[in-house]
């Protein structure tokens, strides 16, 4: 399944993304998440929660899918 992480800000962390797409309940549980489970950012295995996420980057979960971080547009911003 692809999914798309929309991003309010410059960036998420990893830990804040696995909380937003429901793979984790909450924040504390990232760093056992990411010691158990495969996360690839862009195809390299990472295991940091705090690895900083930013808009065109790709995140693979083999058990739950594919998420892209997209740049949330702002429509206010062209007015």
Do not use: C, H
Request: no cysteine; glycine share 10%.
């Amino acid at each position: 399944m692809k999914k798309k992480i929309f991003l309010e800000t410059e960036y998420m962390t990893l830990g804040q993304m696995l909380k937003e797409a429901s793979i984790i309940g909450s924040g504390g549980q990232a760093k056992w998440y990411l010691a158990e489970q495969t996360v690839l950012v862009d195809g390299e295995p990472e295991n940091r929660r705090g690895r900083k996420l930013y808009a065109g980057m790709m995140i693979e979960l083999p058990d739950e899918g594919t998420f892209f971080m997209v740049k949330k547009e702002d429509n206010d911003a062209a007015e």
